[in-house]
């Protein structure tokens, strides 16, 4: 296994860290991963029962942690790679072009209807897709990151969202709707490659000062390629239906630009991506970095992810909240043509303001988290916002003044798109030392799942009935998830091992230990 984990990172130099205290969250680490284990070679765990073999297993695994991290007199170098930057550069890239391959479609879902001749229930599969196929493959994408690396998993994203463009210059033509399904398909198959990976760049090459600045950069290049999706194809691809053959031109400039610039970027993340840079770029990293292949479960890993009450909490309120975010966008144009007519571009350009305030509130929120660490309070706040945003925007839809829309939808998206990466750190957060890419597939899995029923309820709800009453369904969910959002326990591990704030008194709790009879675990106290 490759990185197996690890977030943030000491300053460019080498940081000390206590032999002792690194040992604490890899014991933590095996036993919670592999439970009950027997400790046939050097004792990595605790056995299910008997106080005296665990005491002896849990002095074995700690002296053996210790021989890892102590080899310079308890002393870990941690360093900053300057590789970091282009890894993130290429990454959001790559990450950018495929969300505008999502969006490309639903925006012009008058133009693609009538190119193709099929209904706009069909178009919007063209969206859908993505999130079908995201939710069955997520888990082998997973394992996959785990068990093979940062770096194939990137090339998989990189190489298939290239292939998907090329397959689209392949349907230009009124009767190939079934073969511009297909290539969206095989996009959005990429797409399960690729949104996972923010947390997990952030973590492996960035330290502690800026991994949630960095996780947010990397989201905000898909939001992004979903704002340059709301502009240009309107722009590049007008609506002509009395001129089919005009209107495949101009699809055919959109389709192989896209092409020509998923190729090259499919080359530079061979040439960029690395597993992980030569030094680990913090402390919790550098514990990760110590357990062997070997002790890694990614059975074990799922299910201690569903075990973890305010992971679960968070799993769905994040599905709430993106998914409505993406019922919005693929909508969009629906909802301002029924309102507007003739206004496909200010559609657009509504959806572009929308995700550009939305990248700036991530940013916001990201360079926030790293100064503050209040993940809780930042997210329960920016989710009441939202609900406050989403309510303003669907009650002023229908006034008859799109400058109101632009400065509502902007709102909106400052707001709902800046939660996404707050999600993503969150999650790390309460999960460490589990796998981020493991956390961060099953939060986008949540979404996907979401964001299928949203768009289908709420199509259904505009078509049938009008814009507003699609947006109060949405407004009803997301109050369920400020409610799921302040019950989450905000336990910030990883921030812990950072700062240095855990003790070390480690203990191994027998079965039949009269303070908790059921505990299999090692036991860490830690003082705050």
Known sequence: MVEDGGEEEAEGESGEMPAAAAAVPRLQRCNGFLPGKEAEDGGRAAPAGGGERAAAAETETETEAEAMLSAGGGRVETRLSRRRLAVLAVFSCYSLVNAFQWIQYSILSNVFAGFYGVSFTQIDWLSMVYMVAYVPLILPATWLLDARGLRLTALLGAGLNDLGAWLKCASLAPDRYPLTLAAQAVCAVAQVFILGLPSRIASVWFGPTEVSTACAVAVLGNQLGTAIGFLLPPVLVPNTPNDIELMAHNISIMFYGTAIVSTLLFFLTGVVFEEKPKYPPSHSQAVLQTVPPEDYSYKQSIINLFKNIPFVLLLISYGIMTGAFYSVSTLLNQMIVTHYEGEEVNAGRIGLTLVVAGMVGSIICGLWLDYTKTYKQTTLIVYILSFIGLLVFTFTLDLGYLIVVFVTGGVLGFFMTGYLPLGFEFAVEITYPESEGT?????????????????????????????????????????????????????????????????????AVPVDSPVEPESTTLKIQSAL
């Open 439 to 507: 956390s961060s597939g099953l939060l986008n899995a949540s979404a996907q799942i979401f964001g299928i029923v949203f768009t289908l309820v709420q199509g259904k709800l505009t078509t049938n009935y009008s814009p507003r009453a699609g947006n109060l369904f949405l407004c009803a969910w997301i109050f369920v998830g400020i409610i799921l959002t302040a019950l989450i326990k905000s336990d910030l591990r990883r921030h812990n091992v950072n700062s240095g704030i855990m003790n070390l008194d480690v203990k």
